[in-house]
Every structure is written in structure tokens, then in C-alpha cells.
């Protein structure tokens, strides 16, 4: 590819800090890998964040709110949608670089590098495109040392300002990586000094020279971090490879701070130190100085100013987080001096007990001087084992200006390069974990609350395709919010952050998404606005709307650390039992109708507006009886239409000990009747309203100390109906909570009194009457004893007609007694326990 020569002996300038890269290596699943790839990139232009001060371990909280891909923003939202930018002809957009004015978006691609307008809001288009192809013969001679023909494209590993008039870039060019210079003005590629692109084995501009991490060869057996391009009497410099100073390193990351003249290098390799552990990976930082031109005899075009410590990102009783997935640099707060430069990194585990984990730790640059400014292990060259060193110390291994020592000072930081000492993380401990989620990026920023304090907000993009967004505080991380970005888990190249348009630009395999970092207009009412404790939102009282905080001039309502609704929003509005904010002239809220026959199955739907909080149903003329009524898992309500449960329904949520009505229901008989069906019931949108003070509708204030109630659903009372329509057999069902749970019976349920005193009288007239009927049946049987008896007949004059029965054994005299009692009784067969049975208690008619 042919381009316009730059002029010999131009010197170039960075004039802006860099952001971290990828590898100039194709992916796994994507393009293979390259190992001739740049993989260390410049430092970060990352905003500022404040140091939270962590207790030792702090566990993931959940999320609070979900926001699916392009959910609908409330009808007086104007908030910027998350917006996509995918095109058939522009693929593997990975490298993502934002320019000065903030209004362009440059993108590194396959074969290509594209220039997006991102000046209007919930926009991005293509404005230019530079197409940078491998040629035929560069194709062929890729295949010819047995690459996959997928892996031999452009693939676009470096995208970085080199002045303000100028990009400089480098793509793995079909496995022979190559550097070229873009012109922004007519964005075409330009030459350097030697008319033809550069070797690009690992290149990355800072302060107008390239630092780089790579490996010099297809096998990735010789690991270098080198420097080109070199000003004035510096000589470009790389490790030296013999040494052993890197064992399989995976370069990640790399930071420039000027003040000290120092670059940093993040990345994970094998810790030879753990001997007794086989293939054991640890997360490393390492450091040259800037300054640094190489030794006069020993060390000649070598490195004297590099050193290594181990970042240890572990909780307390856990095994170590010991993979380095991401890191970016915060630098310090406004009038902060550098050691509060803050390092955040994302932190996979090697071990089974931690799988699926990921954990974010925070490193303090003031303690990694503080490490390399103490002692350091010496290696054995024959034994190749570690050892910490007991002698003084010839020399501080790291300190600039080393390249001006003698040979002897030489020779000991040539030995002495790995700190004794880890680098532990702010507050000796996690910043977060995640159990279920793996990070593969992140970004910061530092904002100002309306309160005036400083407060560090994290975004992690996970794998699953969810953006999570979350605030540091002193009692713990709290979850704000998670945006799905994809449809589908696809690899993500890049994050990049930009503080002024309040967005975040995703790069991926597919394309380019545009991602607003604050959802305050979602938040219907002060109260929500409060409970989502985002520093990026309050309220605003004269709009009555939940805004950005940086719009709000006087009275932002904001609660961060506490989310005190009740304080906050200023409620003091009279409020009745039910907890609804509204004049006592008005019985109940008016609310969604809901017309239904009777017998059918109706379900009402409560709006999720957070998942921290409990929901339960209420009615405003009592109980819900669990006789009745059953609460999901999904805290949906269903229950059989009848007259004794039409009327109004509230769907009511509790959270950080505020409650809010988020729902109101009108069932009603539909006129006409008809058959039993099935009604479903969900509100448009949530149903509470913001008062003139701000509090969502149903708004009740809570004791702070008091603790929250349960997730039960309560009794109702239902209208008065005649006893003999009521069903006193009924089966009481259990009630189950949005947790799954039995929901207890609640109090103040309907009294049955009537009822009891109508089954007890009808019980006593029923006993009343059976008593009257044995008592005239025994008078019967005595008065017939009474009368006169006529002599009964000798057995010799009975005859053979008075022989003895041969099955109950009676004479005939009682045989004529009993059939003479059988006469009085109507002749009707003894019964007892429900069988016919004879006077020998067994059954009649059966031999014995």
C-alpha cells in the first residue's frame, strides 16, 4: 500500500495520555493467533477517581435494576438510547480511540480503519473509511508458514495519537505486523522517513517514542518489552532475553505517568518463585524509567531500570484471584499528589474453587513505589531457584538513573529484578466480587455527587452481555444498574469511556455500541430516583423529573450512601394507613380497570422497579386471605372473580425501609356476565406519581431502625354476604411469597362470629329434635310393657310350627317377641354400625 512520505527528522509529540489496547494479536475463535503482536499499549486518559477506603472483604451485592436491550424510556424521557453501529463491509472493530473534540470515534478494524461521527446524541455514522489490505503475495506467503487463512487478514492492534495531526497505527498484516502514520486531514496513510510501513513488532507511541511488550519470534519463546523510535542521544533499548527477567508472559496493559518518567507494564505470567507449585500463574507489574539509554558496558542497549512485584489480589481466607484479565489507571484527585494514582483490575482465578469468579482489586501507586523501594529476591543461575537476598543492598533495582553506575552496580540489578515484597491491594481486600459474572473489561470515572463529595463508579462488561455499572462506597459496593448490550455472549475487544458525552463505546467482533452511563429519566418519581443511589442522578424539584446532577443548579436531592427517601424528597404530606399521599376526602386511588366475570381467574401484575426491594399486595378494605388469593414468585396476584373479590387492589414495594404503591387495580364485574376465562392485568407503567413534594405515589416513611416486613401477602375483608351462601367446607390453601415461601396468615381478617352463632343454634335445634325422637320412641316401647299380656301357650301346643330358630338359637317365645317389637318399630331392621346385623351380632341369613 502506497501513502504520502512523512518529512525526515520530524519529531513527533504525544499531546494526550493513551488509552490501553489489545494485543496486536488475532483472537482465539476469531483470527487465530498472532505471536509476533504487539501487546503492550500507553498509558490511560481515564478520569479521576477518589481512594474508597474498603473493609477487608466485601461480597457482590445483587444488582438493583435491569434494563433489557433498547427498553422504552417514559413518555418524557430524553435520554440517549443505546445506539449501534454494524455494517457488513467493517468487521473485528476492536481498537476504539475517541479524538480531541470528542466528536469523532476512531476505529481499528479488519483491513480497515473508519472514522464515526459521534457528535449527536444516540447517533454514530460512517464519515471516512481507510481500507489497508494485505496483497496477494502477503496472503500467500501466510498460508505458506501454515496459518489459517481466516488469521492472515489486517487485523488492526494499534490505534493511537501521535500528534495532533496524525494517528499512528499497526495491524498483524497476514502475520508480518506492520506500523504505518494516518493524516487526519485527507485520512490517508502516510510513510515514514524510510518511504515504506515499519516493522511493527510491538509498537505503541508514548511521549513520542514506542514502548512495547512482545515476542521476537513465531514461537513466542523470546518475551521483550523494547523501546523505539528513540529522541535525541536515547538509544531504542529491549530486555535482555537470555536473562530470564519474563517467563511466558500475557501482556495486558501498560501506563505512562509523567511526573515520574516512568511506564508501568501489566500482564500475567509463570511465578518461578513458587517452585513447589507447577505452572502456577501470578499477576505482575513491571517498571523501566523513561530516562533510561542502557548501560556503557554491561547492560549496552539493555534495560537497567527494570523491575517486577507480584500484584496479589486475595481475600481474606481465600485463595488468590491470580490472573490478570484488565487494568485501567485513574490518576489522582484534583490537588492529590501522584501516589493516589489508582490502578483498577479485573481478576480471574486459576483455581477450581473460584471458577466462573471474577473479582476487581485496587492498587495504590504509592504502595507499588513503596515495594520496589524494598528488598528484592536474587535467582540462582545454576539452580534456577529464588531466594530473598540477606546481604546489603549495592544499589535500589528500578531507581532511575542507573544507566550511569558502574559495572558492579550493574551486575546487581542485572540479578536483583524481583521485589521480595507483593503489592497488596486499597484496603487489604476486594473492591468487589462477582459470584456468577466473568469480567472481561473495565472502566471508571470519578463524579461529584450533590452533595459535593467525589464518588468512583466502576463499569464492568461481562461475558454473559451485560454492562454492570457500580458505585464504591465505605460500607460496600452497591449495584446500580446492568444494561444488556447483546443478545447474545460475543468476544468484546475494547471499552472506552468518555466523561464528557456521559457515554461508554463498546468495541466487539460485530461492531460498535454507544452506551449512555446514566438512566436518571427512567426514575418516575423522587423516590426511585433516590433509591437508585446513583451519583450520576438526583431530583430536581423544579422539574419535578430525576436528572442529571450536574444540571440540577439548587436543591438536588440525592442520597448516595443512605438512600433516606423521607429526608430527601421533603414529604410531609398527609398520608392514612394504606400509606397513600393524598387527600382523606379521597377513599381509595384511582387506578386501572380491570373488568372481569364471574368465576374467572384474574392475575395482576406488579411492575418490577428493583430487585432489592419486596413487594406484597394490599386492599384498601382489609386483608388478603390466603383462602383466596396466591402471590408468585413473580409477586403476580391470582384470584377467583367473585363478588367478595372485586374492588381495588395495591401493589405495594418496600426497599431501604421506604414504601411506595407501585400499582393500583380497579376489578370490577363486567356488564353482561359471562363464562369463566382467564384475566391478566399489567399496568403500562408503574403506577405511583410524584406529589408535589416529589414522593412517589403510596409513599409511607419508615423508621430507620426499624426493620423491613416481610414479603407476605395480606387478608382482605370481603362484603357482607347471607350465611347460607357460604361455603363452611372450604380448603384453606397456603400462600405462597415472591421468595417462594409460606406467607403467614396477616391479622385483622373478617370475624365468623354470625356465622358460629347460626351453625351452634342450628347444631342445638338438630340435637333438640333427634333427644325428642328417642325419648316419645322409649315412651312407645314402655307403654306397650304396660298393657295387659295374654298367657303364651305351652310348647307342647305350639306344635312343630314353634321349634327354635336354627340361626339366631330363640325360642319362640322370643321369636313372638321381636316380631312383635319388629310391628312397633315398622318393621325396619337393626342397623348397627352401618351393617344389618341379627341378635348374635352377626350378620343375617349366615350360618354360624
Known amino acids: 500500500m502506497r501513502g504520502r512520505e512523512i518529512p525526515a527528522g520530524r519529531k513527533w509529540k504525544n499531546s494526550n495520555s493513551l488509552k490501553s489496547n489489545d494485543a496486536m494479536t488475532p483472537r482465539s475463535g476469531d483470527q487465530g493467533k498472532c505471536l509476533n503482536t504487539l501487546l503492550f499499549t500507553c498509558s490511560s486518559s481515564s478520569p479521576v477517581s477518589q481512594t474508597p477506603r474498603w473493609l477487608p472483604w466485601r461480597s457482590f451485592l445483587p444488582v438493583r435494576r435491569s434494563w433489557p436491550p433498547d427498553s422504552p424510556s417514559p413518555p418524557v424521557a430524553q435520554v440517549d438510547r443505546l445506539t449501534r453501529f454494524l455494517s457488513p463491509d467493517v468487521g473485528n472493530t476492536s481498537m476504539l480511540l ?71 497505527t499497526c495491524g498483524t498484516f497476514a502475520f508480518s505486523p506492520r506500523c504505518t502514520y494516518i493524516d487526519l486531514q485527507t485520512f490517508t496513510s502516510a510513510h515514514g522517513p524510510s518511504g515504506k510501513p515499519d516493522e511493527g513488532r510491538g509498537r505503541c507511541p508514548s511521549d513520542g517514542e514506542l514502548y512495547a511488550g512482545t515476542v521476537a519470534d513465531y514461537q513466542g519463546n523470546r518475551p521483550v518489552i523494547s523501546r523505539y523510535l528513540s529522541q535525541g542521544s536515547r538509544l531504542d533499548l529491549k530486555l535482555d532475553d537470555t536473562l530470564g527477567w519474563l517467563e511466558d508472559p500475557t501482556f495486558i496493559s501498560s501506563a505512562f505517568i509523567p511526573a515520574q518518567k516512568k511506564v508501568y507494564f501489566f500482564f500475567s505470567e509463570e511465578g518461578r518463585e513458587y517452585d513447589f507449585i507447577e505452572k502456577f500463574t501470578v499477576s505482575r507489574i513491571a517498571q523501566v524509567c523513561t530516562s533510561d539509554v542502557g548501560g556503557q558496558r554491561t547492560l549496552q542497549r539493555r534495560w537497567t531500570t527494570f523491575a517486577k512485584a507480584q500484584l496479589l489480589c486475595q481475600a481474606e481466607h481465600e485463595l488468590p484471584y491470580n490472573v490478570l484479565q484488565d487494568i485501567i489507571t485513574l490518576p489522582p484527585p484534583e490537588g492529590a499528589t501522584d501516589d493516589e494514582t489508582l490502578f483498577y483490575g479485573i481478576f480471574t482465578s486459576q483455581w477450581s474453587v473460584n471458577s466462573g469468579r471474577s473479582a476487581v482489586c485496587a492498587f495504590r501507586l504509592g504502595d507499588i513505589r513503596a515495594v520496589f523501594s524494598g528488598n528484592y529476591k536474587v535467582l540462582n543461575r545454576d539452580t534456577l531457584r529464588w531466594s530473598t537476598r540477606l546481604q546489603e543492598k549495592v544499589a535500589n533495582p528500578g531507581e532511575c538513573g542507573l544507566h550511569n553506575a558502574s559495572d558492579n ?36 470515572q470519578r463524579t461529584r455527587g450533590a452533595n459535593g463529595r467525589d464518588y468512583t463508579v466502576l463499569f464492568l462488561l461481562a461475558e454473559s452481555g451485560f454492562l454492570h455499572k457500580a458505585v464504591l462506597l465505605a460500607q460496600g459496593p452497591h449495584v446500580i444498574e446492568e444494561v444488556q448490550v447483546f443478545q447474545q455472549p460475543q468476544p468484546v475487544k475494547n471499552l472506552l469511556l468518555s466523561v464528557s458525552k456521559g457515554v461508554a463505546f463498546v468495541g466487539t467482533s460485530e461492531g460498535v455500541l454507544r452506551v449512555p452511563v446514566a438512566n436518571c429519566s427512567h426514575y418516575w418519581s423522587c423516590a426511585e430516583c433516590v433509591l437508585a443511589r446513583d451519583p450520576f442522578c438526583a431530583w430536581d424539584p423544579a422539574r419535578q423529573a430525576c436528572a442529571d446532577v450536574s444540571s440540577i443548579p439548587v436543591g438536588a436531592g440525592q442520597d448516595v450512601e443512605g438512600a433516606n427517601v423521607m429526608e430527601t424528597c421533603e414529604v410531609i ?140 401477602v395480606w387478608g382482605v375483608e370481603a362484603p357482607t354476604a347471607p350465611t347460607t351462601a357460604r361455603n363452611l367446607t372450604a380448603v384453606k390453601r397456603p400462600q405462597l411469597t415472591g421468595g417462594g415461601t409460606l406467607a403467614p396468615l396477616g391479622k385483622g381478617g373478617r370475624s365468623y362470629l354470625g356465622e358460629l352463632v347460626a351453625v351452634s343454634v342450628m347444631l342445638a335445634l338438630s340435637l ?20 295387659p299380656q295374654v298367657c303364651p301357650r305351652r310348647d307342647s301346643e305350639a306344635g ?40 348374635n351380632g352377626h350378620l343375617p341369613n349366615t350360618p354360624i
Not at 480503519?113 to 496483497?135: F, H, N, T, Y
Not at 540489578?413 to 473495565?442: C, H, I, T, W
Not at 325422637?773 to 310393657?785: E, N, V
Request: hydrophobic content about 30%; overall charge positive.
Open 768 to 787: 333438640c329434635v333427634i333427644l325428642a325422637g328417642a325419648l316419645y320412641g322409649l315412651w312407645q316401647r314402655c307403654r306397650g310393657r304396660s298393657t
Open 409 to 444: 552496580t550493574l551486575r546487581f540489578v542485572k540479578e536483583n529484578f524481583l521485589a521480595d515484597d507483593s503489592v497488596l491491594p486499597v484496603g487489604r481486600g476486594l473492591a468487589l466480587v462477582s459470584p456468577d459474572q466473568r469480567y472481561s473489561k473495565v472502566a471508571a
Open 573 to 712: 404530606t398527609p398520608k392514612d394507613k394504606f400509606g397513600q399521599h393524598r387527600p382523606p376526602t379521597v377513599p381509595c386511588p384511582p387506578g386501572e380497570q380491570v373488568p372481569v366475570s364471574l368465576n374467572e381467574v384474574v392475575t395482576l401484575r406488579c411492575p418490577e422497579v428493583s430487585k432489592r426491594a419486596s413487594l406484597h399486595w394490599e386492599r384498601p378494605s382489609g386483608q388478603l386471605s390466603p383462602d383466596l388469593y396466591l402471590q408468585l414468585a413473580d409477586s403476580s396476584l391470582h384470584f377467583l372473580a367473585t363478588p367478595a373479590t372485586l374492588g381495588h387492589y395495591l401493589c405495594v414495594s418496600e426497599e431501604s425501609g421506604y414504601r411506595q404503591t407501585l400499582a393500583v387495580y380497579v376489578v370490577k364485574e363486567r356488564s353482561g356476565g359471562g363464562g369463566a376465562t382467564t384475566q391478566t392485568a399489567a399496568p403500562t407503567r408503574p403506577a405511583g406519581q410524584p406529589t408535589s413534594k416529589g414522593a412517589g405515589l403510596g409513599a409511607e416513611p419508615s423508621s430507620k431502625t426499624a426493620s423491613p416486613k416481610p414479603t407476605a
Open 98 to 168: 475517541l479524538s480531541f473534540d470528542k466528536d469523532t470515534l476512531f476505529v481499528g478494524a479488519r483491513d480497515a480503519v473508519i472514522s464515526l461521527d459521534v457528535s449527536q446524541p444516540g447517533a454514530m455514522e460512517m464519515k471516512r473509511k481507510l481500507d489497508w489490505i494485505p496483497s496477494s503475495k502477503d496472503l500467500d506467503d501466510c498460508s505458506m508458514k501454515g496459518k489459517n487463512m481466516t488469521d492472515c487478514p489486517n487485523f488492526i492492534r494499534v490505534l493511537q495519537f501521535l500528534n495532533s495531526t496524525h494517528l499512528y
Open 800 to 839: 312343630s310350627s314353634q321349634e327354635q330358630d336354627p340361626l339366631t338359637r330363640n325360642s319362640p317365645r322370643a321369636a313372638g317377641t321381636a316380631k312383635q317389637n319388629d310391628l312397633q318399630h315398622s318393621k325396619a331392621p337393626v342397623v348397627k354400625n352401618g351393617s344389618p346385623r341379627g341378635s
